[in-house]
């Protein structure tokens, strides 16, 4: 059977192309400096957005259309794993990411659960074998079960921090048995609403405990996957522990756990926590943190989580800056955690929303190589800051300098400089790039 009769394998057609299931500028094996396009952005698919999601909203139910919906229970589960196959292959992707609750369903006892699990990791893995797709990383849900309502790692009752580090070891498990190159953690309800019922001192303390305990679980199974945090501010709780890369690289060199934990970005967070996307993925590289990225945009106008696909050029564009500044993604990869629009709800939407995603990094890679290769934003730089390079400004650099030297050198000063930074300027030249680009 197949679930997407309507679309054949997604290819190449170049800029000129109108089809709108197919690649303008997305080539797979087209070389980017030394890399062809493929190995630099390792596209991944989101399990849940997209074989999962209902298309609901705060304030509507579900309006997808999918040929799987039909069926129940495991029946369901398999389903899926059938459609998400048949939709890597002829997307040309090869990642994909997943919850544990959104291949297989929860039981009444945990145990009931880790048997569904079992039986559909059993087909996901018979699946990879036939295919060229991998796991990028898996994770588990322990944020939408009534039980995590005060938290899971943090939550206020043992029986609950119990529940959701065995979900964690089961989750360890799935990502040796399938091979996943990293394995992420996302603090759904890490987090509180009031400090007037709170311990935050235990919250923060069980939370490093429980990561120091999967820490060592992935040591005695061997798995020696990336662990990544995911951070994500307001959403649900109202504070939430794992707000920003900041907080949360200070959490991991507060508990000693920096050694073990990359972050996994996604850009929508960014927005919620008041930064850019390029600002979450520069902290993260210039501190040797960045480890993956779920690639999606948020709607100016809208206070929520929108998780739209990435179609910003501009941004996209500063964040390839970042990845090819670090060498690229390493192990991590671009994964898709986004939606298509409620109003989008064909199963050919899912194709062409990640179609046009994946095109929209492709030119951000281009542009983003061109830049460096020119030196344009590394000349800025220097330019900038040159008065510590040289003279007063590079004893302070190499430690040379203290306050007496630093108020003798600026006491008989007459007059002190400074150079435009010339924003407007560096902004036109990335426009230029971007339209070269798109001749």
């Known amino acids: 059977m197949s679930y997407f009769p309507n679309v054949d394998k997604v290819k190449y057609e170049g800029p000129d192309s109108t089809n709108p299931l197919a690649f303008k500028y997305y080539n797979p094996e087209e070389k980017v400096g030394d890399k062809t396009m493929k190995e630099i952005l390792r596209f991944s698919v989101a399990y849940w957005h997209t074989f999962t999601n209902e298309l609901s909203d705060p304030f509507g139910v579900g309006t997808a259309i999918r ?4 069926y129940t229970g495991m029946d369901l589960a ?11 292959e002829k997307l040309g992707v090869e990642y994909f990411c997943f919850h544990d609750v959104d291949i297989a369903p929860e039981g009444s006892t945990l145990r009931e659960t880790n048997k569904n699990l079992d039986v559909i990791v059993a087909m996901i893995k018979d699946y990879m074998k036939d295919s060229n797709v991998k796991l990028l990383w898996n994770t588990v849900n322990n944020f939408t079960h009534p039980r995590f309502v005060h938290g899971a790692a943090t939550s206020n009752n043992a029986d609950v921090f119990a529940y959701a580090a065995a979900k964690v070891k089961k989750g360890l498990e799935v990502a040796k048995e399938l091979g996943a190159e990293n394995y992420v953690f996302w603090g759904g ?7 007037l019922n709170t311990d935050m001192k235990l919250e923060l303390d069980n939370l490093a405990r429980f990561l120091h305990m999967a820490v060592d679980y992935a040591k005695e199974i061997g798995f020696d996957g990336q662990f990544l945090i995911e951070p994500k501010p307001k959403e649900p709780t109202t504070h939430q522990y794992d707000f920003d890369v900041a907080s949360g690289y200070a959490f991991l060199q507060n508990y000693d756990l920096v050694d073990h934990f990359k972050f996994n970005i996604e850009a929508n967070h960014a927005t919620l926590a008041g930064h850019t996307f390029e600002h979450e993925l520069h ?9 993956s990225i779920d690639a999606n945009q948020g709607h100016p106008l809208l206070g929520w989580d929108t998780d739209e696909f990435p179609t910003d050029l501009y941004a996209v564009t500063l964040a390839m800056v970042e990845v090819l500044k670090n060498g690229g ?7 898709f955690d986004a939606k298509v629009r ?11 929303a990640h179609i046009a995603g994946m095109d929209t990094f492709a030119v951000g890679l281009k542009v983003a190589h061109r830049l460096l290769k020119d030196g344009v934003l590394d000349q800025v730089l220097e330019k900038r800051y040159r008065s510590f390079t040289e003279g007063i400004g590079k004893e302070i650099v190499e430690g040379k300098a203290d306050f007496h030297k630093l108020e003798q050198y600026v006491l008989d000063l007459t007059e002190i400089r400074n150079e435009s930074g010339r924003t407007e300027e560096i902004k036109a030249t990335i426009n230029r790039y971007l339209l070269n680009a798109l001749k």
């Open 283 to 291: 902290y993260a590289r210039i501190h040797g943190m960045l480890g």
């Open 78 to 88: 398999k389903a899926r794993v059938e459609a998400a196959f048949e939709f890597f």
């Open 329 to 335: 993604l390493g192990r991590g990869g671009l994964n």
């Open 67 to 70: 040929p799987w919906d039909k």
């Open 189 to 195: 309800r890490e987090g509180y609403e009031t400090l």
């Open 342 to 352: 409620r109003g989008s709800f064909e199963p050919e939407d899912l194709f062409i």
